[in-house]
């Protein structure tokens, strides 16, 4: 399931680009021959999510995306849960400052095939 803002929008059956890229710094130490290497920031970078077949989505969502289409960015926190058959939720993970970059429509106006969204941040919980 997926909420925006948190209001359930819709349901997807995978989900892709859920990984984070560390940043480093590379440093020389005087006159040490070896090159090192620390860490830049705490967690990581994460630069877009793409959630496949979607049903049951919600008509904001849809509008959320044309308004992104037409110029408008409006950054808002998309929850991605993940429950277990008997609708537990099992896992959650948040992503910061999304924004649909792109939606591949389904046949069915509650349906897309795919929708890629720009993401700032994630948070595990």
């Known amino acids: 399931m997926v909420e925006i803002s948190g209001v359930a929008a819709g349901y997807f059956k995978g989900v892709d680009g859920l990984n984070a890229k560390g940043q480093s710094v590379s440093f020389q130490d005087g006159d040490d021959?070896?090159?090192?290497?620390?860490?830049?920031?705490?967690?990581?970078?994460?630069?877009?999510?793409?959630?496949?077949?979607?049903?049951?989505?919600?008509?904001?969502?849809?509008?959320?995306?044309?308004?992104?289409?037409?110029?408008?960015?409006?950054?808002?926190?998309?929850?991605?849960?993940?429950?277990?058959?008997?609708?537990?939720?099992?896992?959650?993970?948040?992503?910061v400052g999304c924004w649909p970059k792109q939606w591949k429509t389904g046949a069915d106006p509650k349906s897309a095939e795919a929708i890629v969204f720009v993401v700032e941040d994630m948070q595990i919980a």
Request: glycine fraction near 10%.
């Open 33 to 95: 021959l070896f090159l090192k290497k620390l860490a830049a920031s705490p967690g990581g970078r994460i630069e877009q999510v793409v959630m496949k077949q979607g049903s049951g989505l919600s008509s904001d969502l849809a509008k959320w995306a044309a308004a992104c289409r037409d110029g408008q960015y409006d950054k808002r926190r998309v929850e991605l849960v993940r429950n277990d058959n008997a609708g537990n939720e099992t896992r959650r993970w948040s992503l």
